[in-house]
């Protein structure tokens, strides 16, 4: 169970946003990487 300084932590809008971020960002890569020989790739030329 998280300590209540944890949970006061996590209220915060920075660190929220900051792990999303790091989230979204590992997702993006995540999916770059999928895409590269994929069918999506002659999407980017439009």
Known sequence: MLSSWEI?????PFWRSVIL?????SMRIRISFGNKNGPLQ?????
């Open 21 to 25: 971020n790091n989230y979204f960002d």
């Open 42 to 46: 002659k999407h980017r030329h439009l």
């Open 8 to 12: 006061e932590l996590l209220d915060y």
